[in-house]
């Protein structure tokens, strides 16, 4: 019978496509993933990976076979996670997904709080774009995620935890940062800057943009909010930043001006997301109420 070793070395060739990557990611020597992956042919009597001079792929039958040995995977995580829950105490490392624009801003409190509750539970932190983390839970990859909504994929709870105010930043001397009342009349034609299009955020200012006539300056695209504040305090333009980042950075600087414009009332959801079949799935309604509580707290203050 094939083991569950060698259904996680295929898993990681169909994700890597290359022997080396895929031995590095699986912490296996490549000698040791290549031989184990020849027994599980042998074992199944069908060729699985095209080996090529400078890679590999999948045959058809392998990619199939490597999805169902995911999810099988998926399920054999969880199944010992139930069985940690004997114990009635969240520990070990939880890995944890979240938005770039959003995770710096409010976990550092969050683990703070949940450390204090469960000093045996570590974090290890993955920043990535939501999407892709979306589906990096679902394969497994990732235990829990948080980001905007919508997050999409199979099997997942879905729990939505606090709106987020969106705020429009402009330079110092900008005419609309030194108008005394501003209204949404007053936005049009106004070049805003944002993230790339990958992002959430993206089409939050995207929208925005159409529905007030301003113009999203798409060859200027940050990677980062840090990005986009600099082009802003360059006078490239205005932004729409979230509030938890203002909150964070912008008292630090001052080299952006926060514009209160009569009628503005934007805001994105966030939420957290876990798969439907995960041991702790209880602990992760615990940790996203607690994610919750600390996020209206610090927009309160």
Same mark, same amino acid.
């Given at each position: 019978?094939?083991?569950? /070793?060698?259904?996680?070395? $295929? +898993?990681? #060739?169909? =994700?890597? %496509?290359?022997?080396?990557?895929? *031995?590095?990611?699986?912490? @296996?020597?490549?000698?040791?993933?290549?031989?184990?992956?020849?027994?599980?042919?042998?074992?199944?009597?069908?060729?699985?990976?095209?080996?090529?001079?400078?890679?590999?792929?999948?045959?058809?039958?392998?990619?199939?076979?490597?999805? /169902?040995?995911?999810?099988? $995977? +998926?399920? #054999?995580? =969880?199944? %010992?996670?139930?069985?940690?829950? *004997?114990?009635?105490?969240? @520990?070990?490392?939880?890995?944890?997904?979240?938005?770039?624009?959003?995770?710096?801003?409010?976990?550092?409190?969050?683990?703070?709080?949940?450390?204090?509750?469960?000093?045996?539970?570590?974090?290890?932190?993955?920043?990535?774009?939501?999407?892709?983390?979306?589906?990096?839970?679902?394969?497994?990859?990732?235990?829990?995620?948080?980001?905007?909504?919508?997050?999409?994929?199979?099997?997942?709870?879905?729990?939505?935890?606090?709106?987020?105010?969106?705020?429009?930043?402009?330079?110092?001397?900008?005419?609309?940062?030194?108008?005394?009342?501003?209204?949404?009349?007053?936005?049009?034609?106004?070049?805003?800057?944002?993230?790339?299009?990958?992002?959430?955020?993206?089409?939050?200012?995207?929208?925005?943009?159409?529905?007030?006539?301003?113009?999203?300056?798409?060859?200027?695209?940050?990677?980062?909010?840090?990005?986009?504040?600099?082009?802003?305090?360059?006078?490239?333009?205005?932004?729409?930043?979230?509030?938890?980042?203002?909150?964070?950075?912008?008292?630090?600087?001052?080299?952006?001006?926060?514009?209160?414009?009569?009628?503005?009332?934007?805001?994105?959801?966030?939420?957290?997301?876990?798969?439907?079949?995960?041991?702790?799935?209880?602990?992760?309604?615990?940790?996203?109420?607690?994610?919750?509580?600390?996020?209206?707290?610090?927009?309160?203050?």
């Amino acid at each position: 019978m094939p083991t569950l /070793r060698q259904f996680e070395y $295929l +898993v990681a #060739v169909a =994700d890597h %496509r290359h022997f080396g990557k895929a *031995a590095q990611a699986a912490a @296996a020597s490549q000698p040791t993933l290549s031989h184990q992956l020849r027994t599980l042919e042998k074992r199944l009597d069908v060729t699985l990976v095209e080996r090529r001079t400078h890679g590999a792929e999948l045959t058809p039958v392998g990619r199939e076979i490597a999805e /169902r040995a995911r999810q099988v $995977l +998926v399920e #054999v995580k =969880d199944i %010992r996670d139930l069985a940690e829950r *004997a114990s009635e105490r969240l @520990a070990g490392t939880l890995r944890f997904g979240v938005s770039p624009t959003l995770g710096p801003y409010l976990m550092p409190p969050v683990i703070a709080a949940l450390h204090r509750t469960s000093p045996d539970l570590r974090f290890y932190m993955r920043e990535g774009i939501p999407d892709l983390q979306a589906m990096e839970l679902v394969k497994g990859a990732i235990d829990m995620l948080l980001g905007p909504l919508p997050i999409e994929g199979e099997n997942l709870q879905i729990e939505p935890l606090f709106r987020e105010p969106l705020m429009l930043v402009a330079p110092p001397d900008h005419p609309l940062a030194m108008q005394k009342t501003l209204g949404l009349s007053d936005l049009a034609g106004a070049p805003v800057l944002s993230l790339d299009r990958r992002h959430h955020l993206h089409r939050d200012v995207a929208a925005q943009c159409q529905k007030y006539e301003m113009n999203l300056l798409r060859d200027y695209e940050g990677t980062s909010l840090d990005s986009v504040r600099q082009m802003v305090a360059s006078g490239l333009g205005l932004a729409i930043l979230p509030a938890l980042y203002v909150r964070s950075e912008l008292p630090r600087g001052g080299d952006v001006a926060i514009l209160e414009v009569d009628g503005w009332h934007m805001s994105r959801s966030i939420g957290a997301a876990w798969r439907s079949s995960a041991g702790f799935a209880d602990e992760y309604d615990a940790i996203a109420s607690k994610i919750a509580e600390e996020a209206r707290l610090l927009m309160e203050e």
